[in-house]
């Protein structure tokens, strides 16, 4: 098995994923996007990246989107789907990623399904998010819509803050996307999917912030996830189309259960940590699966 991981130079991810094909005896290379080309004739699409012919790839895994124009990101989001058209398995799939990747569509996307959110309000305007902040109680977790691992977002609870944050965000041209803080008891529960089943659970906490995100300093400890939380989480990775995603819930003082992030690109070195489940090995060994199903069903 020949897999091209879409990762940054120095990536642990990546360099975790290509420890477990090397112990599948598969091989696994680094692809850079900025390095990525199509060449399109009546004969045929052909792909390359860094002059390197991907044909013969049969899997590729997205570990990361780097920043860039819009132009950038849709052609690189266009070739994706191109390689996914060509028959070649592409995890996650370029839809699921194109909304993952967008908080205010997953947010959107899940509550259309009917799955708890917290109330949110997403626009341009400062004046209009003013309003919001005071209709969604004065007290407000401000968010990037593109961002991981809990950087950029801040809790806003003072009107002049407010106005001074949501000012700079417009004259930035940020979008602007304000959810209701849920009062909680200073954790929430990652559930890591994978193939429609969850692979396990982590509680992330932290003593002195909100954001209870590893990244950020916080916890994280294994945990047997309640049948709701599995039920959840499952939902929301069928509603979004993830094959693997990592799903954060969130448990209000008042018992209420929220799902606040799906990430199609998941991280999973603290989930490792805290419960030993290898997860590179386990991902690869389901894309060995889907591609010797194919191998067999073309013979």
């Given at each position: 098995m020949k897999i091209g991981i879409f990762g940054n130079e120095g990536s642990w991810y990546v360099e975790d994923l290509q420890r477990a094909a090397r112990e599948l005896g598969s091989d696994a290379v680094r692809l850079d996007f900025r390095r990525l080309s199509m060449s399109v004739t009546s004969a045929g699409t052909r792909f390359s990246c860094d002059e390197v012919a991907l044909d013969d790839f049969e899997a590729f895994i997205v570990r990361t989107m780097p920043p860039g124009s819009l132009e950038e990101v849709v052609t690189r989001m266009d070739v994706l789907g191109q390689l996914q058209a060509a028959g070649k398995i592409v995890v996650n799939s370029p839809r699921a990623v194109e909304c993952a990747v967008d908080k205010s569509l997953t947010t959107a996307k899940l509550a259309a399904a009917g799955l708890p959110v917290p109330p949110t309000w997403i626009g341009e305007s400062s004046d209009a998010a003013l309003e919001a902040f005071e209709q969604l109680g004065g007290d407000v977790v401000v968010k990037p819509v593109f961002g991981a691992e809990g950087r950029g977002i801040v809790r806003v609870s003072d009107p002049d803050l407010a106005f001074r944050t949501f000012r700079t965000l417009e004259r930035i041209d940020a979008v602007l996307y304000l959810q209701k803080f849920?009062?909680?008891?200073?954790?929430?529960?990652?559930?890591?999917?994978?193939?429609?089943?969850?692979?396990?659970?982590?509680?992330?906490?932290?003593?002195?912030?909100?954001?209870?995100?590893?990244?950020?300093?916080?916890?994280?400890?294994?945990?047997?996830?309640?049948?709701?939380?599995?039920e959840l989480a499952l939902?929301?990775?069928?509603?979004?189309?993830?094959?693997?995603?990592?799903?954060d819930l969130l448990e209000s003082q008042s018992g209420e259960t929220f799902v606040i992030e799906l990430n199609a690109v998941p991280g999973w070195r603290a989930f490792q940590k805290a419960t030993g489940i290898d997860v590179a090995k386990r991902f690869l060994e389901s894309l060995q699966a889907d591609i010797s199903k194919e191998s067999f069903q073309v013979s």
């Open positions: 849920v009062p909680h008891a200073g954790y929430d529960t990652r559930l890591l999917i994978l193939d429609g089943e969850i692979v396990g659970a982590m509680k992330r906490e932290s003593a002195d912030d909100f954001r209870t995100n590893v990244a950020r300093n916080g916890s994280a400890t294994q945990v047997e996830p309640t049948q709701q939380q599995v939902r929301a990775s069928e509603v979004i189309g993830t094959r693997i995603a990592g799903v």
